[in-house]
């Protein structure tokens, strides 16, 4: 039973830890819903005018008004507003009148078909380079190649998105002619995007990597296992490995959230058919329901991605929970 003790302890602390983090997630998400709401609100004069344009017949903005409810009273626009969130309906579009839900559910696979696969591919560059360059500098050794790997991350990590998406359809698609430079097609389609969505977060996230990697390489349980005599392959990815990437892993819901919303201009340098363009040409038409649907949609996956992978560190390293309250 002592035995069984501690254990239930943790149990009980990341139980807890759990509730505490489902509890911030139902006030974001309140507040992320209320800021929503009020984008329209906010708008200076009539959304709707500003949509169809100031040539367009009183009647017809009067009636897409009354059918937008706005209208109403706020507090009663606000309150239908929560009532239809509840059942999947997050209004119509000014310009079409078509379901914001289902324009966003059209686009969104496209936009998460090209964030996901960027999110693998930062892990698979990251995480590889980081533990090499830990290995490879330890203690000081090889300071060029410390110095040269912190210069080009930060360089790389600086460049905007949009900077690195035209750079590489220039190199690649037009001067190279090794990728298509827009459009989704087949697997060579998702190169270019994919990689600009992913170069950036990965070189920060090797640098993370490689701070974490030394950190734990000097740690007592480390030397424990060398003068074992185990082999250094063993010793870097057994025992080193999985305690280096707890910080990381608490990062990819952030970076992972971040690719999500990047997409806005990736998609445009790229013209892939995904929510960003959706954004932005909404934006330029002034569909305020449908861009503020989109912006829903986007925090909304920020929040609950990030507070998963908050909830599975805590289950795989229950010492990130303390402190928590």
């Known amino acids: 039973m002592e035995v069984l003790a501690p254990a ?166 037009v001067n190279l002619g090794l990728a298509p430079a827009a459009g989704r097609g087949g697997p060579d389609s998702y190169v270019l995007p994919v990689l600009a969505l992913a170069l950036g977060p990965a070189a920060i996230m090797a640098r993370i990597v490689r701070v974490e990697m030394l950190a734990v390489l000097d740690a007592d349980y480390i030397r424990t296992a060398r003068s074992k005599r185990l082999s250094s392959l063993r010793i870097n990815l057994r025992h080193a490995l999985p305690n280096a990437v707890t910080a990381t892993l608490t990062l990819s819901g952030l970076m992972l959230a971040t690719m999500v919303a990047g997409t806005v201009l990736v998609e445009n340098v790229f013209a892939w058919p995904g929510l960003g363009g959706t954004i932005v040409s909404s934006i330029q038409s002034r569909d305020y329901p449908l861009v503020q649907g989109a912006v829903l949609v986007f925090g909304a996956i920020a929040l609950v991605v990030n507070t998963l992978v908050d909830v599975g560190v805590a289950a795989i390293d229950p010492r990130s929970t303390i402190g928590d309250s």
């Open 8 to 173: 239930r302890r943790r149990r009980g602390r990341w139980g807890a830890f759990a509730l505490r983090r489902a509890r911030r997630l139902l006030v974001s998400l309140w507040l992320l819903v209320t800021a929503s709401f009020l984008m329209i609100q906010l708008v200076p004069g009539d959304p709707v005018r500003a949509a169809l344009g100031t040539s367009a017949p009183a009647e017809l903005v009067a009636e897409r008004r009354a059918q937008l409810g706005l209208d109403d009273s706020l507090l009663n626009q606000y309150v239908e507003y929560l009532q239809n969130l509840f059942t999947g309906d997050l209004g119509e579009s000014i310009l079409t009148q078509l379901p914001v839900a289902e324009t966003i559910g059209q686009r969104l696979s496209a936009t998460l078909a090209l964030a996901l696969p960027a999110f693998v591919v930062t892990f698979a560059i990251a995480v590889p380079v980081g533990v090499a360059l830990a290995v490879a500098t330890r203690r000081g050794r090889r300071r060029r190649t410390e110095l040269t790997f912190v210069g080009s991350s930060i360089v790389l990590s600086s460049i905007p998105e949009f900077v690195l998406s035209v750079t590489l359809v220039v190199v690649f698609a």
